[in-house]
């Protein structure tokens, strides 16, 4: 039986910026920046859609990590989301040892949502108002859970037709039962596979993804530009090779009114 409550809780030619191939080991950089830092944020004001990561980007929280420390098992769990988000583990495994770990309930999911829910990062609000107002498509891509994005996508007037996240499932007496293993944000390489269908499905000519980690990086290509996000927190690896970082969404606001 399955029933998706909630993730709560963390990232995305001539055009390439920089393509990542994930394995075992840390990520690494197999082909050089190609864009300059003007003709990023030409691309960024001209996109047809942009792809936000969740989790440390558009909200401030982890929501693993919450539903962990909720769960009393916040440290080792902590551990192995840095591990994921810096691309040293591959995301499926680590999904997969984090919630082995947490085993969380319905009802905990539930409980988490309705006594900490999720913070939207400052400035969120306003730049995908503005997007929107520019008919720029919007969408959440989060190897997260699909009921938290969902609650996320609402807050920020966000379809959940454009929400993209794993769900967790449970068996009937709401105890857990894993997770739904054929969503495609449930692995290494699972973000870019959701922009590669948005672009045959809707024929964007241009998708910009935005996020805080190697999950979000390692999306472009097929992205035709990456943001980096450290706002709420920096990931070094992401930090170092992508072409345009910020820490405020300010920044992405003056963009679009130049």
């Known amino acids: 039986m399955l029933i998706s409550p909630f993730f709560l809780g963390k990232k995305w030619e001539e055009k390439t910026v920089v393509f990542w191939e994930s394995s075992t080991e840390e990520a690494r950089k197999i082909l050089p920046k190609m864009v300059s830092h003007s003709e990023l944020r030409n691309l960024f004001c001209s996109a047809d859609a942009v792809c936000f ?24 769990v902590s551990e192995m989301t840095r591990q994921a ?18 085993q969380p309930s319905r009802e905990q999911v539930q409980r988490l949502l309705a006594e900490h829910p999720p913070h939207l990062t400052p400035g969120i609000r306003e730049l995908v108002s503005r997007l929107q107002e520019r008919n720029v498509q919007v969408f959440l891509i989060s190897g997260g859970f699909r009921s938290i994005v969902e609650h996320v996508a609402s807050k920020l007037n966000i379809p959940s037709t454009n929400v993209f996240a794993n769900r ?91």
Not at 53 to 74: N, R, Y
Not at 176 to 187: C, H, R, V
Request: glycine share 12%.
């Open 53 to 76: 990561d969740v989790d440390s980007t558009v909200i401030q929280e982890e929501g693993i990590d919450e539903l962990a420390k909720f769960c009393g098992v916040e440290d080792a």
């Open 168 to 258: 967790l499932k449970f068996y009937f007496n709401g105890e857990y039962a894993g997770f739904d293993e054929t969503q495609p944000t449930a692995e290494s390489g699972g973000k870019g596979k959701v922009i590669k269908l948005l672009k045959e499905k809707f024929h964007f000519k241009k998708i910009v993804m935005v996020g805080d980690g190697a999950t979000d990086m390692e999306a472009c290509p097929p992205a035709d530009a990456f943001i980096g996000f450290g706002g709420n927190v920096i990931r070094q690896q992401v930090k170092d090779n992508a072409e345009w970082y910020i820490t405020d969404f300010v920044e992405l606001l003056g963009a679009l009114e130049e």
């Open 85 to 102: 988000m810096g691309g040293a583990v591959p995301f499926k495994a680590a999904l997969t040892q984090r919630l082995a770990l947490i």
